[in-house]
């Protein structure tokens, strides 16, 4: 399709690929597919497992998949990926394998950005056998090591494909209170940026809270994207409601279950209208190949309903200007978490002709 009048970027998880840590944490050759592929129902309805159709059990190291991966979302109105970048400080990185290539070898062409999943891992984020143990922490070393970080990324700024805002590449962090002094952060990256040739960074904060939205620009974030998905797993709706979910977490250990048709109006808000608001697409969640019973879940998501969502969505970003006409897609690829638009064997590209005709219809 010709260049759409709105800006989606898709997070992108880079993981599809063994590497010697989770050789070691979960054994040989793990992979998100190893938990994707043991998936089963857990109640009626309940898809699952979801097995990929036209790009299969990829893995990440292949080009051509790569290839294909970005021939497919240039297709269907995706703008480019967001890559999912793992700092840990002192220079420890992980995953970055897939990414290091894309840049290196000039291919795919396809627009790319990086989000900073500055978080540490523990194993019951991976694992429903798991508890608490931290298998690798996130540090912050000090101003040295933002200056180090900053020069890991700033071959990447500076390619062509990266993609800006107002001529500035787009770099979003998940966690963004967790950065000691972001302020500081922020004014050391900036101006590393303009003594580099760049015109600066255009930073973007990840929050599921509306009222962290000022705080977040007066500590010198450009824009906020704004992840309406976890509240609602948490939100209370009646004493009655609030009840069930207590029990069924204590007792039973069980996450939400929640329909996806009913539910996905609350994806976004009124915020979502402002410039500096970056609003998300949801195509589903469905945490239980990695927690299993205690995974939050939405069941009835469809082709049909997302498309209702995008349209939705897209309304919010209509009269913004162009730059700022930014929607983040959650996500391309994360299948142990239910949320990927790649086609699978039971809806095949039915998600991403949604996201198409949702575009076409309302840009």
């Keep these: 399709m010709e260049r759409p009048n709105v800006r989606i970027i898709a997070s992108y998880l880079p993981q599809f690929h063994p590497i010697p840590e989770n050789d070691e944490w979960w054994g040989k050759g793990f992979t998100e597919w190893t938990n994707v592929g043991k998936a089963t129902p857990l109640f009626k309805g309940h898809y699952q497992p979801k097995v990929p159709a036209d790009l299969g059990y990829y893995d990440l190291r292949v080009p051509e998949t790569r290839e294909a991966q970005a021939a497919m979302a240039r297709e269907y109105g ?44 523990e194993d019951k984020q991976f694992n429903k056998e798991g508890g608490n143990k931290l298998l690798i922490e996130q540090l912050y070393p000090g101003e040295q090591d933002y200056i180090d970080h900053f020069n890991i990324v700033l071959p990447a700024f500076k390619d062509h494909r990266y993609i800006r805002v107002d001529d500035k590449p787009l770099f979003l962090i998940y966690a963004p209170f967790d950065i000691p002094q972001v302020a500081d952060f922020i004014a050391l990256w900036q101006k590393f940026a303009k003594d580099n040739g760049l015109q600066g960074i255009h930073f973007v904060a990840n929050t599921h809270k509306v009222e962290d939205i000022d705080p977040l620009v007066k500590l010198g974030f450009d824009a906020v994207n704004i992840l309406r998905l976890y509240h609602l797993f948490f939100h209370e709706y009646s004493i009655v409601e609030r009840a069930v979910v207590k029990v069924k ?42 927690s299993g019973r205690a995974g939050h879940i939405f069941y009835n998501s469809t082709p049909q309903a997302f498309k209702k969502h995008a349209a939705s969505v897209l309304d919010t970003v209509k009269d913004k200007p162009y730059q700022h006409k930014i929607i983040v897609l959650k996500s391309w690829n994360e299948w142990a978490e239910g949320s990927y638009i790649e086609p699978d064997l039971k809806y095949g590209r039915g998600f991403l002709e949604a996201l198409k005709e949702a575009i076409e219809e309302n840009t």
């Design 249 to 290: 977490r204590l007792l039973f250990k069980r996450g939400q279950f929640l329909d996806y048709k009913k539910y996905f109006k609350y994806f976004q808000g009124k915020e979502d209208y402002l410039e500096h608001c970056y609003p998300c697409l949801f195509p589903n969640w469905d945490h239980s190949p990695r």
């Design 78 to 121: 995706v703008e480019g990926f967001c890559y999912w970048h793992y700092y840990f400080g002192n220079g420890k990185r992980l995953l970055e394998r897939p990414f290091n290539e894309v840049l290196a070898s000039g291919k795919p062409d396809f627009p790319f950005c990086l989000g900073w999943a500055n978080h540490s891992w």
